[in-house]
């Protein structure tokens, strides 16, 4: 039996006054369409990634909704989470690709855990390159098997590409978190554009009192009265880390006691965390005011908390990013953000809210310093961006596009997902559900599409027809 993962209770009536009401009652009508179905996710980690974060809020949310929910991940030795890893940054566009005994080992793992999935469900979702294989080594039986691909697979390595999609013919849907993420040739007719959340209720995004904050940011041996920058992320080399203390560097120049943290979770299927966190060390060694936290030496989710509520500016400075959901934590919490133009942060920070984008360490750089003398302006663009995540990046908004595509998947036709008049119309460019009727709309051949932004609207506009083709999937 696949190792089930324990998680607490959650009430979407919780999220009254927090997630907009529309929503909250969007994900009831769609909830009790599916009473009584039996859900599974299935991941690699419990702990220590974005994913692993998404399901601790959505799994006890279903169970409240009158689904049966079931977290289980896979197990692996060292040399399937190396191959894996491989693949993951081939996915990415990483020219290495997979050796063979990198693909036997993987397979070989994926055989060993389809045979521990004993149970039987209406539904399984299965997160990114890790489990893939589950389904063609156990069988699609009954449920609606679903491939939620976290990550960004439009250039990946052609070998990589190649062994994996010869694994995901069976799928009933794959879900990207962008439409410019879907890969080439994807075997499997529909595609479901969904984009991740931040759960404002848990103990990393729940408010905290500021005494308690400055309390945390002391125990952890940062100086609350100083100026602060923040990474928080996966030591990995895509989000930069060096030239985040390169930016920072420069900017010291001007500012001699700014302070930078670096707060990373090692995670159990990531073991090059390990190789780039010393990196870093050696990199940050002589200078006393670079701390370097994880969640191995105390640093949990209060710690990420305060860290990104007392921020003066919360940095993410990513090279290629799935999504990047710390940037709409900062923002969430009214800090400014200054960040890589890559994957879906534009989409987090979207018509210039949340602070500013950058390519390259001296943009960075510039970017920070302005942010830092300038607070009024930090703080109206922080602002702007925690409204735009109260619309579109709380949980609830993601519950309820799983619903959804459940729901279609059960009645074998697309959902409606594109006419603005609908409750549950959707972003034919990212995919996001829209429950605002004053949201940014037009008409391209005679069907009218809602946008949860101008630049959303604007990329349409631009390349109709592309979105279309993915909005609107051939059953």
Same mark, same amino acid.
């Given at each position: 039996?696949?190792?089930?993962?324990?998680?607490?209770?959650?009430?979407?009536?919780?999220?009254?006054?927090?997630?907009?009401?529309?929503?909250?009652?969007?994900?009831?009508?769609?909830?009790?369409?599916?009473? #009584?179905?039996?859900?599974?996710?299935?991941?690699?980690?419990?702990?220590?990634?974005?994913?692993?974060?998404?399901?601790?809020?959505?799994?006890?949310?279903?169970?409240?909704?009158?689904?049966?929910?079931?977290?289980?991940?896979?197990?692996?030795?060292? !040399?399937?989470?190396?191959?894996?890893? %491989?693949?993951?940054?081939?996915?990415?566009?990483?020219? +290495?690709?997979?050796?063979?005994?990198?693909?036997?080992?993987?397979?070989?793992? +994926?055989?060993?855990?389809?045979?521990?999935?004993?149970?039987?469900?209406?539904?399984?979702?299965?997160?990114?390159?890790?489990?893939?294989?589950? =389904?063609?080594?156990?069988?699609?039986?009954?449920?609606?098997?679903?491939?939620?691909?976290?990550?960004?697979?439009?250039?990946?390595?052609?070998?990589?590409?190649?062994? =994996?999609?010869?694994?995901?013919?069976?799928?009933?849907?794959?879900?990207?978190?962008?439409?410019?993420?879907? %890969?080439?040739?994807?075997?499997?007719?529909?595609?479901?554009?969904?984009?991740?959340?931040?759960?404002?209720?848990?103990?990393?995004?729940?408010?905290?009192?500021?005494?308690?904050?400055?309390?945390?940011?002391?125990?952890?041996?940062?100086?609350?009265?100083?100026?602060?920058?923040? *990474?928080?992320?996966?030591?990995?080399?895509?989000?930069?880390?060096?030239?985040?203390?390169?930016?920072?560097? =420069?900017?010291?120049?001007?500012?001699?006691?700014?302070?930078?943290?670096? +707060?990373?979770?090692?995670?159990?299927?990531?073991?090059?965390?390990?190789?780039?966190?010393?990196?870093?060390?050696?990199?940050?060694?002589?200078?006393?005011?670079?701390?370097?936290?994880?969640?191995?030496?105390?640093?949990?989710?209060?710690?990420?908390?305060? =860290?990104?509520?007392?921020?003066?500016?919360?940095?993410?400075?990513?090279?290629?990013?799935?999504?990047?959901?710390?940037?709409?934590? !900062?923002?969430?919490?009214?800090?400014?953000?200054?960040?890589?133009? &890559?994957?879906?942060?534009?989409?987090?920070?979207?018509?210039?809210?949340?602070?500013?984008?950058?390519?390259?360490?001296?943009?960075?750089?510039?970017?920070?310093? &302005?942010?830092?003398?300038?607070?009024?302006?930090?703080?109206?663009?922080?602002? *702007?961006?925690?409204?735009?995540?109260?619309?579109?990046?709380?949980?609830?908004?993601?519950?309820?596009?799983?619903?959804?595509?459940?729901?279609?998947?059960?009645?074998?036709?697309?959902?409606?997902?594109?006419?603005?008049?609908?409750?549950? !119309?959707?972003?034919?460019?990212?995919?996001?559900?829209?429950?605002?009727?004053?949201?940014?709309?037009?008409?391209?051949? #005679?069907?009218?599409?809602?946008?949860?932004?101008?630049?959303?609207? &604007?990329?349409?506009?631009?390349?109709?027809?592309?979105?279309?083709?993915?909005?609107?999937?051939?059953?």
């Amino acid at each position: 039996m696949l190792q089930s993962v324990d998680t607490g209770e959650r009430s979407l009536e919780a999220y009254r006054g927090v997630a907009p009401d529309d929503t909250l009652a969007q994900v009831r009508i769609e909830a009790e369409r599916l009473r #009584g179905a039996r859900v599974l996710h299935i991941n690699a980690t419990p702990y220590g990634g974005g994913v692993s974060e998404l399901l601790r809020s959505t799994v006890p949310l279903l169970n409240d909704l009158g689904l049966i929910a079931d977290w289980r991940i896979i197990s692996g030795d060292e !040399a399937f989470f190396e191959a894996t890893k %491989a693949m993951h940054n081939g996915l990415q566009g990483e020219p +290495a690709g997979l050796t063979h005994g990198q693909r036997e080992t993987y397979l070989a793992n +994926a055989r060993r855990n389809a045979q521990q999935l004993e149970e039987r469900y209406d539904f399984i979702f299965v997160h990114d390159p890790q489990p893939a294989a589950v =389904l063609p080594f156990h069988g699609k039986g009954e449920a609606r098997w679903i491939w939620r691909c976290h990550i960004d697979t439009s250039e990946p390595e052609p070998g990589v590409w190649a062994f =994996l999609r010869d694994l995901l013919g069976d799928y009933d849907a794959v879900i990207y978190t962008m439409s410019e993420f879907v %890969a080439p040739d994807l075997p499997v007719a529909r595609v479901q554009i969904v984009s991740p959340a931040i759960d404002p209720l848990s103990p990393k995004n729940m408010e905290l009192p500021d005494t308690t904050s400055r309390e945390v940011l002391e125990w952890v041996g940062v100086h609350p009265e100083r100026p602060l920058i923040t *990474q928080v992320s996966r030591f990995d080399p895509w989000k930069d880390p060096l030239g985040v203390i390169a930016a920072y560097r =420069l900017v010291r120049e001007d500012v001699p006691n700014l302070q930078l943290v670096l +707060a990373g979770s090692m995670a159990l299927d990531d073991p090059e965390g390990w190789r780039v966190y010393r990196e870093i060390s050696a990199e940050a060694a002589d200078d006393p005011k670079i701390r370097l936290l994880t969640n191995l030496t105390g640093v949990g989710n209060v710690e990420v908390n305060a =860290l990104q509520r007392l921020s003066d500016v919360v940095v993410q400075k990513s090279l290629r990013e799935g999504f990047g959901l710390v940037v709409s934590e !900062a923002l969430w919490k009214r800090t400014p953000v200054v960040a890589g133009r &890559a994957g879906g942060i534009p989409l987090q920070m979207a018509d210039g809210v949340g602070g500013a984008l950058v390519q390259t360490v001296e943009q960075c750089a510039t970017e920070i310093a &302005a942010l830092l003398k300038d607070p009024e302006r930090a703080r109206e663009l922080a602002e *702007q961006g925690q409204r735009r995540i109260r619309d579109h990046f709380l949980t609830p908004r993601l519950v309820l596009d799983e619903l959804c595509l459940m729901s279609a998947l059960v009645e074998g036709v697309p959902r409606p997902a594109t006419d603005a008049s609908d409750a549950t !119309a959707r972003d034919p460019v990212c995919g996001m559900a829209i429950t605002d009727p004053d949201a940014p709309s037009l008409t391209y051949n #005679g069907k009218r599409y809602a946008f949860c932004s101008r630049a959303c609207e &604007a990329r349409f506009a631009d390349r109709p027809e592309r979105f279309v083709a993915v909005s609107q999937p051939v059953v």
